[in-house]
């Protein structure tokens, strides 16, 4: 069973930066998708990012597109989203997760980091 970390969160002003950090342990990541998703309250959780473990393709959602980039530490079991050019519609609860590739679910969730930007 895969179990995810996440930290890093806080609040920045609009147009700043913040990285999120996923520690993940319990498994072997080989065959496995990280993701990032993100929910603000009333809203339904959204896909942010997600990359590859195995050959570190990623893929990310429109509206992130050019600010968030989504990486994996090999060494650590770790995955980071950096963010920059932050907006207030940014603002969210964001989470880690893990999918095996041959599966379309996210089995496995952090237990999400508060991301606050202000304008």
């Known amino acids: 069973q895969v179990q995810l970390v996440e930290s890093g969160g806080g609040l920045v002003q609009a147009g700043g930066s913040l990285r999120l950090s996923c520690a993940a342990s319990g498994y072997t990541l080989d065959r496995y998708l990280l993701g990032w998703f993100r929910q603000t309250p009333g809203k339904e959780r959204e896909f942010v990012a997600a990359?590859?473990?195995?050959?570190?393709?990623?893929y990310y959602a429109e509206s992130v597109k050019g600010r968030f980039t989504i990486a994996r530490d090999d060494a650590n079991d770790t995955v980071y989203l950096q963010m920059d050019s932050l907006k207030p519609e940014d603002t969210a609860v964001y989470y880690c997760?893990?999918?095996?590739?041959?599966?379309?679910?996210?089995?496995?969730w952090g237990q999400g980091t508060q991301v606050t930007v202000s304008s």
């Open positions: 997760a893990a999918r095996q590739e041959r599966l379309a679910k996210y089995d496995y």
């Open positions: 990359i590859r473990w195995s050959g570190g393709i990623t």
